[in-house]
């Protein structure tokens, strides 16, 4: 099984709707163009900013085949398949068409609250069954159970097609545990765009970012910056985000990042129901800083 190399930013791809809730196709083909014409360095398509568990499987085959035909192999492509029945996963690993993909990025199991060995098995039984590298996705604000550094070792350690993790538990201790006892081919990627330059100067690759989807040029640089180790200009750079960093998230991803994109032109502001875009209020204040920018 080849490695692939996921330094950089990677972006978790939104999914664009019209205003009957259907898939905006053309929407997508421009986001993708933006993407791959920006600097991005790969896209992660169907994760949970692609707000995937309300898209059928129908809708999915589609917007996996689309995203591959249109990016055709100018950049890698990371699919989002994970899920809380670790055999569906599994069964899904084997029946769908993965042409055109490079690796999979795996949730932690979500609601079934599962031990850590619950965890390490699940991810074993992945890791037998995948016929691509897997990157782990530890974010206990959704899933409702953090995974530790130590399973997360262990599990690097014990499959060499489990090549990386994206760590979005918010805890810089835990993801530099991480970083100082992983092997060194072992990926550590931020899953979260505010904390990116800080955990880079740590160890960490790069980011699968969500803000990455309005801003691939900027956000880009500031990684290649501090990848680089052009701390002081990277830090610039990472400044003039913060305040849009905690302004995407208020009302809930993909929310924010879509009312950034409708305000850019690019989609229409449209989510499927649980979710519902920002408040006047956010989007007013979302506006204030894309025209400070």
């Given amino acids: 099984m080849s490695r692939i190399n996921l330094q950089g930013m990677g972006v978790a791809l939104i999914t664009p709707f019209k205003s009957d809730k259907s898939i905006d196709f053309d929407a997508l083909a ?3 163009e933006y993407q791959v014409k920006s600097g991005s360095d790969f896209l992660v398509v169907l994760g949970t900013t692609a707000e995937t568990p309300t898209l059928s499987s129908q809708e999915r085959k589609q917007i996996r085949t689309f ?3 249109r990016v055709a ?3 890698p492509l990371v699919l989002g398949c994970g899920g809380n029945c670790t055999q569906n996963v599994i069964d899904e690993l084997n029946s769908i068409d993965l042409t055109g993909y490079s690796a999979i990025l795996s949730v932690v199991p979500f609601y079934n ?6 965890i390490y098995e699940h991810y074993a039984a992945i890791a037998k069954a995948s016929p691509l590298p897997i990157i782990l996705y ?3 604000g959704r899933t409702g159970v953090n995974m530790t550094a130590e399973t997360t070792l262990r599990l690097s350690n014990d499959f060499p097609n489990i090549i990386g993790i994206k760590e979005a538990s918010g805890n810089i201790t ?10 060194p081919e072992f990926m550590v990627i931020s899953g979260d765009d505010g904390i990116t330059f800080p955990l880079i100067t740590l160890g960490a690759v790069g980011v699968i970012s969500v803000i990455g989807n ?5 956000f880009s640089r500031m990684v290649r910056l501090a990848l680089s180790g052009d701390y002081d200009a990277a830090r610039l750079i990472h400044h003039r985000f ?9 009302d809930g991803n993909p929310a924010g990042v879509k009312c950034v994109l409708n305000a850019m032109g690019f989609i229409e502001n449209e989510l499927r129901l649980p979710l519902v875009p920002t408040r006047i209020t956010t989007y007013e204040k979302i506006r204030a800083v894309l025209e400070s920018l």
């Fill in 113 to 118: 609250k599962p031990s850590q060995q619950g």
């Fill in 214 to 218: 309005a801003f691939p040029r900027e």
């Fill in 73 to 75: 192999g100018r950049i």
């Fill in 30 to 32: 421009k986001l993708i």
């Fill in 67 to 69: 995203v591959a035909e």
């Fill in 174 to 183: 835990q993801m530099d545990d991480i970083i100082k006892h992983k092997k």
């Fill in 242 to 250: 913060t305040d849009l960093f905690s302004l995407l998230f208020v």
């Fill in 138 to 140: 530890n974010v206990p």
